[in-house]
């Protein structure tokens, strides 16, 4: 069993930033893909950012690619998503989520793929 407990997230004006964490218990951290989903009120959850387990390969949706940046520290047991150039469109609860098939080098956009999930963190961006 994977517990994972999402921080960072608050309230920001348009044009700021943001750094978001997710700590991951489990020794096998290391060997999963870690995805950040985010569901606004009145929408679906959409994917945000993926990354693999060495780190080498990330995906972002359209619509923060350039602004977002998804990393991650296996010794630590954490990853990132650091948001930068924030928009009111990018409000929302963020979550974080972890694919328990191990050492894929591909990452997954889908939320299906991803087993364990937090309980999500308050991103709220003003105009």
């Known amino acids: 069993q994977v517990q994972l407990v999402e921080s960072g997230g608050g309230l920001v004006q348009a044009g700021g930033s943001l750094r978001l964490s997710c700590l991951a218990s489990?020794?096998?951290?290391?060997?999963?893909?870690m995805g950040w989903f985010r569901q606004a009120p009145g929408k679906e959850r959409e994917f945000v950012a993926a990354?693999?387990?060495?780190?080498?390969?990330?995906y972002y949706t359209a619509s923060v690619k350039g602004r977002f940046t998804i990393s991650r520290d296996n010794v630590k047991n954490t990853v990132f998503l650091q948001m930068d150039t924030l928009k009111p469109e990018d409000t929302a609860v963020y979550f974080c989520?972890?694919?328990?098939?191990?050492?894929?080098?591909?990452?997954?956009?889908?939320?299906?793929?991803?087993?364990?999930w937090g309980q999500g963190t308050q991103v709220t961006v003003s105009s």
């Open positions: 989520a972890a694919e328990s098939a191990p050492f894929r080098l591909v990452v997954t956009t889908n939320d299906d793929d991803y087993d364990y």
């Open positions: 489990g020794r096998a951290f290391g060997s999963y893909t």
């Open positions: 990354i693999n387990w060495t780190g080498g390969s990330t």
